[in-house]
Nanobody, 125 residues
Framework: QLQLVESGGGLVQPGGSLRLSCTTS?????????IGWFRQAPGKEREGLSS????????NYADSVKGRFTISRDNAKNTVYLQMISLNPEDTALYYC?????????????????WGQGTQVTVSS
């Protein structure tokens, strides 16, 4: 079964940047999967942030992160990234990556089959 591992979270000051990584921990090839990034803050529903097609040619962004977050993938490294800039305290959450078989899956939680355990991002001064 496909297993995903997120990394790169941490504590950052408002206005700062982080780059999250999502990679597979098993021998699965990520090329066949669309990948999405999501986040969940305490007491809130899981929110879709960005997704990328299996080839990397199509990207989607939620309005809340458009212009600040950039998704990318390096299939040769079996890794998908989420570059985040201009972070603010409202971005504090547990960030997850997820995979869906096929070309593109969008930002709906229900579209994804495989999930990582998450990496915590805290934006605070």
């Amino acid at each position: 079964q496909l297993q995903l591992v997120e990394s790169g979270g941490g504590l950052v000051q408002p206005g700062g940047s982080l780059r999250l990584s999502c990679t597979t921990s098993t021998g699965f090839i990520i090329d066949y999967y669309a990948i999405g990034w999501f986040r969940q803050a305490p007491g809130k529903e899981r929110e879709g942030l960005s997704s990328i097609s299996n080839t990397g040619t199509t990207e989607n962004y939620a309005d809340s992160v458009k212009g600040r977050f950039t998704i990318s993938r390096d299939n040769a490294k079996n890794t998908v990234y989420l570059q985040m800039i201009s972070l603010n305290p409202e971005d504090t959450a547990l960030y997850y990556c997820a995979a869906a078989w096929g070309t593109l899956a969008g930002l709906r939680v229900e579209a994804y089959e495989y999930w990582g355990q998450g990496t915590q991002v805290t934006v605070s001064s």
